[in-house]
């Protein structure tokens, strides 16, 4: 067995590799960039690779059995031929759950207290003791929109925080096997939230809120997933958190929802332009929070340990002809979605 490695290293997580691999090759080379080939050599070999991207001449991999990703997304798979390869896929999903999770309730408690406004009278040297700077989240509701890793995190937090849960799925909220979990997060039996619901039940969800996350893959069915007919549904007090993919919301509707207040303000860690240019209305929009894609923190301490931790965990597996984690089916690799 040939395993290749294009991640950054972690000591510890590779020692792991190499006591799992027996002996058996485990080549580290530099992470490289999505459309690169690789050296045919490299490569021809090799069984296992554990990498952000396929590399561009993938068809060259006729030994390859089994991808693990780095990333939770997986869009950068679209057009790829591992189905007709016979390759499996699993992704990096549960690293980021912590971070991502904590930059929600970041973002609420930004909102809740309004310090957006706090810290622009204090560049104006401004003493105002108003009460939306007084507020507190105790009580509030927050919906989240796909529940799963991720989505169970924040619930477990926002119930710490004294809010409200509501979920919304595209299946019944429930137990999710073979998934990577740090020990202590999320909700492994889906029983967090006070009310749950399906992606059919729109009417019935978005018209209650206080706060709105989204957690779901990008996908033909999900983007615009939220156009002007969902976001003229939620409360004129409500504000959207998406951490996701920005084509979740339609832009247009969006654009036009913060200028004329049917929501309050949105907190975008997604776009729908990497980078967002500096000419784009959602810079000055006084109700918005920007942030460059950074809720996942892939640069935080922890990163490389949890992620290098799934994929040991999984070769274990692996080897020992068990079910993988956040293992991809047909039906998505069919698709290239992402998270």
Not at 54 to 60: A, D, H, R, S
Request: with cysteine.
């Amino acid at each position: 067995m040939d395993i290749l490695v294009a991640k950054d290293i972690f000591p510890a997580g590779l020692h792991r590799v190499h006591e799992l691999a027996a002996g058996s090759p485990v080549n580290c080379i530099a992470p490289f960039a999505p459309g690169a080939a690789l050296p045919t050599a490299q490569i021809a070999g090799c069984q296992v690779l554990f990498a952000d991207f396929p590399p561009q001449n993938l068809t060259e991999m006729k030994r390859l059995e089994w991808l693990q990703l780095g990333s939770a997304g997986y869009e950068q798979l679209r057009g790829c031929p591992l189905r007709e390869m016979g390759v499996r896929v699993t992704t990096g999903s549960g690293v980021n759950d912590i971070p991502i999770a904590e930059w929600c309730v970041n973002m609420m408690l930004m909102f809740e207290r309004d310090v957006p406004g706090l810290l622009e009278n204090q560049r104006q040297c401004l003493w105002d003791r108003s009460s939306k700077f007084q507020s507190e989240l105790w009580g509030r509701r927050a919906g989240i929109l796909g529940y799963g890793n991720i989505g169970r995190q924040v619930a477990r937090l926002c119930r710490c925080l004294g809010l409200e849960v509501w979920a919304m799925g595209r299946r019944p909220i429930g137990r999710r096997p073979n998934r990577f979990v740090v020990p202590g997060t999320g909700d492994p039996d889906g029983t967090l939230p006070q009310r749950t619901f399906l992606v059919e039940q729109m009417d019935d969800f978005l018209p209650h809120l206080d706060y709105l996350v989204l957690s779901v893959p990008l996908t033909p069915e999900t983007r615009d997933l939220l156009s002007e007919r969902e976001l003229r549904l939620m409360r004129p007090r409500a504000f959207l958190l998406n951490p996701s993919r920005g084509s979740l919301v339609n832009e247009a509707a969006l654009l036009r929802a913060l200028r004329e207040k049917w929501i309050a303000g949105a907190a975008l860690d997604a776009h729908y332009q990497y980078p967002l240019p500096p000419e784009h209305p959602l810079w000055a929009m006084p109700n918005v929070i920007l942030t460059p894609h950074i809720s996942g923190s892939t640069a935080s301490r922890h990163y490389l340990a949890r992620l290098w931790e799934l994929f040991a965990g999984n070769l274990e597996r692996y080897l020992q002809g068990q079910p993988l984690m956040n293992e991809l089916s047909a039906g998505d690799l069919a698709g290239g979605v992402q998270r």
